[in-house]
């Protein structure tokens, strides 16, 4: 169970500490909650020791049950360390290493990351004293959920509010998603094509399918979040996620280029695109025009990129195949995993309703040349990309 030290600061905000508590335990993290004095006026112990469901701290001078030292004890088998909300008496303490209650004496001793999640007044957040004070905290390398705009309790609008606490959640999960994978694909080349390619018919139109991208962005994010480096070729106007180099294509012909060009330096290959079968046998020049006739378009065949790589990869690379399928879902993609010469084939039944095609979430059967490796139910597509490339770096020689 991972373990976060929740610090709770005296301000109107400390009330929402309680949501965050609640949320965290329900996603299996153990929370240890440490409240400053002020903090006790806003929302009681109580309250944060009956959702954490273990002692809210408060005192510095309190006897541990042993004969330990409470802000050292309190320190130990932490994975993470958050304060929310953050006061800007709080900031500028945790900023000069001030430690004069229990909180701020616990946050001096971490050895384990900080997360601060700051509330107050604009006037006092945009305080040159309170963004000097940023700044010193983000130089100590303390990540910083910013606080939103809107308005606030005093009933002044403007920046200073607390940000979301499902908000607050995934960062603290994020942050320690990224900390446990840190390192993972250290050293190794990935190359991810993501999307459905668009094969042009004329010069405003295109013969094209639904496939969004996402799965293989989320791909792209997974494997760069484990210290790969990443080369994305897509065909999706996606957000391109940070540290992936991205190459944007939009035809079969185009992604088959590009990936023969990043195979040779790359260690796994993962084809989420969804590549046209077929595409115009010719492209008009000028837009084609309506009439009253019916219109056959003659289609061609575009190269099969996987089958194209068979003869060029070597053996100490991890090609994977996607097979978006609608019905014989395993007999389908092992027939694909065995014509194209993979390692991996990660099949999922787009006819399924809520997954696969531009969808946010997905469930997929992974087979491998020793039949299934991995059965996985509905889930986010962040979250089976975090497995699959968890799956692939075990399989990597
Ligand atoms: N693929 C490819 N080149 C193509 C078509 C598909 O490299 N011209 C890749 C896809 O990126 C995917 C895998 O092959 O990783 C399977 O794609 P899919 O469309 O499911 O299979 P097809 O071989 O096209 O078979 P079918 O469309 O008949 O199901």
Redesign the pocket.
Known sequence: MPTLLLGVSGGIAAYKSADLTSLLRKRGWEVRVVMTPAATQFVTPLTLQTLSRQKVHLDPFDLPADSGVAHIDLVKGLDLAAVVPATANLMAKVAHGIADDLLTTTLLALRCPLILAPAMNSAMWEHPATQANLRLLESHGVSLIPPASGELACGDIGIGKLADVEEIANRIEALHQKRLHANRLHGRRVLI?AGGTREPLDPVRYLGNRSSGKMGHALAAAAAMRGAEVTLITTASLPVPPGVGAVPVAT?QEMLEAVQKHLPGADLLV?A???A?YRPARVASQKIKKSDEALTIALEP?????ATLRPLRRPDQLIV????ETDSLIP?AQR?LER?GLDFIVANDVSRPGIGFESDENAVTVLGNDGVVANWEVASKQAIAERLLDLFADRLP
């Open positions: 094509t079969a084809m695109a969804a590549v079968d575009t190269p099969d990129i996987l195949g996607f097979a978006a389908h694909k194209k």
